[in-house]
């Protein structure tokens, strides 16, 4: 895409609220956004690295429980004589706190991988989201349990006192969500595009080759999970201010294989391909609404999911642009889409 | 060709050696230096242990001890990418680049270890990275030109035909700037044509400053470009010298037929079994 | 003490169904290669089998055991045939999406076919249990521990002592060989499927009774059957039945001795462990399929 193709979509991706007065179609761009986030930081690691991971809604769960703990204030007590009281923190403090948070776990993670490959990592990933979900389910003091944390308050913008908006509303909400979608995209396009992504496409291409010539392959995969982790930490701690309610549900397996079915269909890989496939498995369920249940949706979702992988395996954006190159013969192009 | 330069630096010290798979003995007590600036060749029939010599040596394969010494630094247990970065780069012995990524990123790729870029720089894309790129994308360049694959830049890795997909591997190990370069079987599945060709290029990678150790089952070109030639035998040295030396020699002669082996029949099974 | 003794026995009941599902696992992934995140499912399917034949259409218990077994082993023939042998040779990655979605779509299915309200099985067992000195067992766990065992050594046998097992294990060393030996790849492929997901759904069919129905039970099942192939090495026949046993233990002292909330937790936990510490499994040297 050319500068000017991308400026108009950002353009019109600003646009939407100034003509779309609906505002449960807002609702649905803005928690698409957040998948879309979420799928992005997905495809650093399945897509660029090749390390399939599926625990990576922990992520974003982490960083949701995080920011709504650190926003709300939160009192632990360690010993029967002393309890540890956490004063609440405005909601920038929490949305960055959930990011590190995340991002920490992120590199452990990365750690691990080293050590665990291929079918191994892939149980770790899911074992680690299932044990964070447990935690959150179990550790009723910090975390209310099944009953949730609630009363989340909201992002707010401006100078407390002098002036301030909280984002009570849809459409902050939205350019909140679009701006830092716009951010995480921009971090992971110059990520891929700079010697510290070649060293992961390396280690997803061949790992033997890419450590022969000196890539450091715990430092790349440590690296990829960390920003991959952040920015799902971030997606996470957006969810649960603009909900303003989280559950150990957000934990469910369920939502990592979205984020999987996102990636898979719009194309690994390509920095395009989660926006595709968020967009597409992000609206999706507002169509299927009228006419199929909630689990025939999933049914189809997962035959989907199997169709795609048999007849388009590298996704809707390559088989897109190869088809775009063939029809209209552009110039070849260096290889950037799906470098 | 010269005779062994034995008045030169010794680089690579290999010193009893021994590697074992679970009561297989691979390597026993191997011992033998490759001298600065020399193309050395290690042969043997199929299972003497070649490649797993090559795998201790770049890392692959983790060795205790302190048996495997370059320029007096011990690599025993230290991971491949260190070894790269201490100036040991090997090729592999079945076909091995990065088939997904045009012939330039390859390169680019080779060159991970002369680009400092970091992290921060690159997520608020300063200047300086943008001046990196472009320096590493005119080296891969160079290199492209020196190999003569600058036709194939822009294709893809995986796409290339055999002979140049050869190339392409000495050159992405030649883009990280070795000082000793190990190459396992470069040249199997080449035509005469193309050997020769290779075996020219050698030559200029050596006038480049760079040690070459071969492993190579084409024995015209061993004898061709080595200035000395070791010979493993069901994981033993058996010999050591000259090239007309090792053509002569007797126990050479008979570890090769003893295996009843025409040579590249050999070569053949090896390189597919690979 | 009795309460310890009373943990080792519930968790020895229990441990003879964990090792069904991981010995049905660890047979798929040693001899073909693929991480089946179908099996909770065919754990699931094999429970609801038993619910339809005895409750909807009143069939005998045991037969209707049988039948569900039956049943398992042809999905898992059907799931082989129509989604897997076009994979031979894909990646393990490609493999698991597919199976991920298989997952998916199967689970949602049964969402459908018996909607989530909980069903429980009858069956004709005493309610009172069995009391043995200071612990006691219920009647239909015992039967349920006898059979897993039943099931177990057949499976031991089948694999050691026919010439389908015989062609499963020189598969399983090495898939090449036994191909140029005249071991017909495909037929072992889809008869390994069906005998692990037999076993899956055998596992199902006899916890259904013991607890209740859900669609959603097969995710616990799916995991805790990794927890314990990790735990016994992938690939490892005798590694998987001893991890069946270990992981009922931990999950059983867990629940008894720190909390019951984190009972499944233990599965995870190991998993976690293990893969950092010993990742070829506790039992790497015992034997490896046969």
């Avoid at chain 1, 395996?313 to 897109?320: E, L, N, R, S, Y």
């Avoid at chain 2, 297989?24 to 011992?31: D, K």
């Avoid at chain 2, 994981?235 to 007309?244: H, K, T, V």
Wanted: aromatic fraction near 10%; charge should be neutral; include cysteine.
């Amino acid at each position: 895409m050319n500068r000017w193709a991308t400026g108009l979509w950002v353009g019109f991706l600003f646009s939407i609220p100034l003509w779309m007065t609906d505002q449960y179609y807002l609702h649905i761009l803005i928690v698409a956004g957040i998948f879309i986030i979420a799928a992005m930081s997905l495809n650093l690691l399945l897509g660029y690295t090749g390390q399939l991971s599926l625990g990576h809604v922990a992520f974003f769960g982490i960083g949701g429980y995080t920011s709504a703990l650190v926003s709300l204030g939160f009192d632990l007590e360690l010993t029967d004589s002393y309890t540890f009281v956490f004063p609440a923190q405005p909601v920038w403090i929490a949305f960055l706190a959930g990011i590190v948070v995340a991002g920490f776990f992120g590199w452990l993670i990365g750690k691990i991988s080293f050590k665990v490959r291929g079918a191994y990592f892939v149980i770790v990933t899911i074992s680690f989201a299932e044990v964070v979900r447990l935690v959150a389910l179990n550790w009723i003091d910090l975390t209310e349990g099944p009953m949730a944390l609630n009363n989340i308050p909201p992002f707010t913008l401006g100078v407390p006192g002098l002036w301030e908006l909280t984002f009570w509303r849809k459409i902050p909400n939205y350019y909140l969500v679009l701006v830092t979608c716009i951010l995480s995209y921009v971090v992971i396009a110059r990520l891929v595009g700079s010697r510290l992504g070649r060293a992961m496409i390396a280690l997803r291409e061949n790992e033997p080759l890419a450590a022969s010539v000196g890539v450091d392959v715990t430092r790349s995969l440590v690296l990829a999970a960390v920003v991959s982790a952040a920015i799902a930490g971030a997606a996470g701690g957006l969810y649960t201010h603009y909900i303003r309610i989280i559950d150990p549900d957000v934990f469910l397996f369920i939502y990592t294989v979205t984020m999987v079915i996102m990636v898979v269909t719009g194309g690994k890989g390509t920095l395009a391909g989660p926006i595709v496939g968020g967009l597409i498995f992000g609206i999706l369920p507002e169509a299927l609404r009228e006419v199929a249940s909630p689990e025939m949706q999933w049914v189809i979702y997962g035959v989907l999911m199997i169709l795609i992988v048999y007849f388009l395996p590298d996704g809707i954006v390559p088989a897109v642009s190869s088809w775009w190159k063939e029809r209209f013969d552009a110039p070849p192009k260096t290889g950037e889409e799906r470098a | 060709m010269s005779a062994a330069p034995r008045s030169r630096e010794v680089v690579l010290d290999i010193d009893r050696l021994t590697i074992g798979f679970g009561g297989l003995v691979a390597l026993a007590n191997v011992s033998f230096d490759v001298y600065e600036g020399e193309i050395a060749s290690l042969i043997g029939p199929n299972g003497a242990g070649k490649t797993t010599a090559f795998n201790a040596i770049t890392g692959f394969l983790s060795v205790s001890g302190d048996s495997i010494r370059y320029r007096g630094k011990r690599l025993n247990g230290l991971r491949p990418n260190q070894i790269a970065d201490l100036g040991v780069v090997r090729t592999f012995q079945k076909t091995s680049v990065f088939a997904a990524n045009t012939v330039t990123d390859n390169i680019m790729i080779g060159l991970h270890r002369h680009a400092g870029a970091r992290l921060w720089e690159i997520l608020l894309a300063r200047p300086r990275v943008r001046d990196e790129e472009s320096r590493l994308r005119a080296q891969a360049g160079e290199i492209l030109e020196m190999m003569g694959l600058s036709a194939h830049a822009e294709e893809l890795g995986g796409a290339l035909p055999y002979g140049e997909q050869r190339l392409l591997e000495v050159a992405v190990a030649l883009a990280a700037k070795p000082t000793l370069l190990l190459l396992d079987e470069p040249v199997s599945g080449m035509n005469p044509s193309e050997t020769a060709r290779f075996m020219a290029m050698l030559g200029r990678i050596r006038a480049g400053g760079i040690t070459i150790l071969l492993v190579e089952h084409d024995m015209r070109m061993v004898m061709g470009v080595s200035d000395r030639v070791i010979v493993l035998n069901q994981g033993a040295i058996i010999a050591e010298g000259a090239p007309e030396e090792i053509q002569r020699n007797p126990e050479v002669i008979r570890a090769y037929l003893g295996h009843g082996a025409d040579k590249r029949r050999a070569s053949k099974r090896e390189a597919g079994r690979a | 003490m009795d309460q310890f003794l009373q943990h080792l026995l519930n968790a020895t009941m229990l441990g003879g169904t964990y090792a069904l599902l991981g010995i049905g696992l660890t047979l798929i992934f040693g001899i073909m290669r693929v991480v089946n995140f179908t099996h909770g499912e065919l754990y699931t399917f094999g429970a609801y089998m038993v619910f339809f034949f005895t409750m909807t259409l009143s069939a005998n218990f045991f037969l209707a055991l049988v039948f569900a077994m039956v049943l398992g082993i042809a999905l898992g023939a059907a799931i082989e045939f129509v989604l897997l042998r076009r994979l031979r040779g894909a990646s393990i990655d490609t493999t698991m999406l597919v199976m991920i979605g298989a997952w998916i779509a199967m689970q949602n299915t049964e969402q459908l076919a018996w909607t989530g309200v909980a069903k429980s099985v009858n069956h004709p067992f005493p309610i009172d249990p069995l009391v043995i000195g200071p612990v006691s067992v219920s009647w239909i766990r015992i039967f349920v521990f006898c059979v897993a065992i039943m099931l177990i050594v057949g499976t031991h046998l089948l694999i050691h002592r026919t010439r389908l097992g015989k062609a499963m294990r020189s598969t399983f060393q090495d898939r090449e060989t036994a191909a140029l030996m005249g071991v017909n790849i495909n037929a072992i492929h889809t008869a390994t499927f069906a005998l692990g997901s037999g076993l899956a759904a055998a596992a199902g069919a006899l916890l259904g009774p013991v607890f209740v129905l859900v669609p959603g039970m097969g995710d616990m099942a799916a995991l805790k059957s990794f927890a314990i192939v990790i735990l016994g090495g992938m690939g490892n026949f005798m590694g998987a039945a001893l991890g069946g046993f270990l992981l009922a233990l931990v999950e059983e002292l867990g629940a008894g001795y720190i909390s019951s909330g984190y009972r499944d937790g233990m599965g995870f936990l190991i998993i976690i462990v293990v893969l950092i510490f010993r990742p070829t499994g506790l039992f790497a040297r015992a034997e490896r399929i046969g």
